[in-house]
């Protein structure tokens, strides 16, 4: 019988393999796949962004646990879809147009999905109208955006302006991220949410959708 104990620890450790196997041998003995998510793979990706902002995890330990968690969700993804489990939130999220740089937000786009959130990536270079279309057509609540360039933090401003053209502002929250982004910044912009690293950004992504 599956040790769901083990897949905890697997998503904590960043054990892939573990990981997937646990999930899949649970799944094969009929474990519900959304009490996997929401009692084991879930609670370890919170407790590997306590240890981040504790300082006893670092970047490496954030991918290698979002790694593992990704490929438990492998498994547990077209198990959710039959049985109708919604996830928290959908959350579009990109780097803004004329910014090609994707680490961190690959890296937060992994945490968001480790915390239960249905994530559309819609990866470097992103356009407000991008932003702005992929939102509606999937019914995001929020728009992630991320800027490693001074010279590409104004597309930020451009997509929350065009949000509130677009008659979204209220409905889709908008959380910034990057390098030389600021609470200030956000505040200037009117963005609604500021988050300097990707395990806080799970924990205002929840905020944002009421979660």
Do not use: C, W
């Not at 646990?22 to 799944?27: G, I, K, P, Q, Y």
């Not at 992929?134 to 019914?139: K, L, S």
């Not at 929020?142 to 929350?160: D, E, H, N, R, Y």
Request: proline share 4%; net charge negative.
């Amino acid at each position: 019988m599956a040790d769901l104990q083990a897949l905890y620890t697997a998503v904590l450790e960043g054990n892939k393999n573990l990981a997937a196997e646990t999930t899949r041998e649970a799944l094969d003995e009929g474990a519900n796949p959304e009490e996997l998510l929401q009692k084991y793979m879930i609670p370890a990706m919170d407790e590997v962004g306590r240890l981040f902002e504790e300082n006893e995890y670092f970047v490496p330990e954030l991918l290698i646990s979002a790694r593992a968690m990704k490929a438990a969700l492998e498994y547990i993804r077209p198990k959710l879809a039959e049985t109708g489990a919604k996830p928290i939130g959908k959350v579009v999220i990109g780097t803004v147009r004329g910014d090609l740089h994707d680490i961190g937000k690959n890296l937060v786009a992994a945490m968001l999905e480790g915390g239960g959130f249905e994530v559309i990536d819609l990866g470097v270079d992103v356009s407000p109208e991008k932003f702005i279309d992929a939102a509606r057509e999937q019914g995001a609540q929020v728009i992630a955006m991320s800027a490693l360039l001074t010279t590409t933090m104004p597309g930020m401003k451009s997509t929350v302006e065009a949000l509130t053209n677009a008659g979204l502002k209220g409905s889709v929250r908008t959380m910034i991220g990057g390098a030389p982004v600021t609470q200030r910044y956000a505040d200037d912009i009117g963005a609604d949410a500021f988050s300097d690293n990707a395990s806080g950004a799970v924990r205002i992504a929840r905020q944002l959708v009421g979660a």
